[in-house]
């Protein structure tokens, strides 16, 4: 059996079926414990936030532990945006062999290249990031004086 997409030239065959309800498994599985990790990471920063606030402490650790808060509320708002769209892939495909609904086909794979997208942005940034790093650490390296007692 093969599926007839809107284009008159392009067909998916049971294989081609059979593997995209098989991935479209494995990303749902993949995005929902991406979700969970995601909830303990939400949970981690109030906490951290929470002791930051409370405790009885010298204000650098305060600080320390409100800062550690924010900076882990913020990767969980960043990782929140791709893991949505791999789960939108996955429903999507769902929906498109369950219904035969060849409009889905378009839309689960514009959210498959949304996350791609998103997903090589943010390595770049790293990458930038990791690199701008380790320039500035290699100047102030070779700008210091080596001490030798």
């Known amino acids: 059996m093969q599926t007839k997409l809107p284009s008159e030239e392009l067909f998916l065959t049971n294989n081609t079926l059979k593997y995209l309800k098989t991935t479209s498994k494995w990303t749902r599985f ?3 414990l991406s979700f ?5 990471l939400v949970l981690a920063a109030i906490i951290l936030i929470a002791l930051g606030i409370f405790i009885d402490s010298h204000a650098n650790s305060q600080a320390l532990f409100i800062f550690l808060g924010l900076i882990y ?3 969980a708002s960043v990782n929140l945006i791709p893991t949505w769209y791999l789960y939108k892939f996955s429903v999507d ?10 409009e889905k086909v378009e839309e689960a794979f514009q959210y498959l290249m949304k996350y791609y997208r998103f997903m090589g942005i ?5 990458m ?4 701008i ?4 650490g290699l100047l102030l390296g070779i ?3 080596f001490h030798s007692h």
């Open 133 to 136: 790093a380790i320039i500035i």
């Open 30 to 32: 993949l995005s929902i």
């Open 93 to 102: 495909i769902e929906k498109m062999i369950r219904f035969k609904a060849n």
């Open 73 to 75: 509320l913020v990767l």
């Open 122 to 126: 943010l390595v770049i940034i790293v």
């Open 128 to 131: 930038s990031t990791y690199a």
């Open 143 to 145: 700008g210091l004086p």
């Open 36 to 40: 969970l990790g995601l909830g303990l």
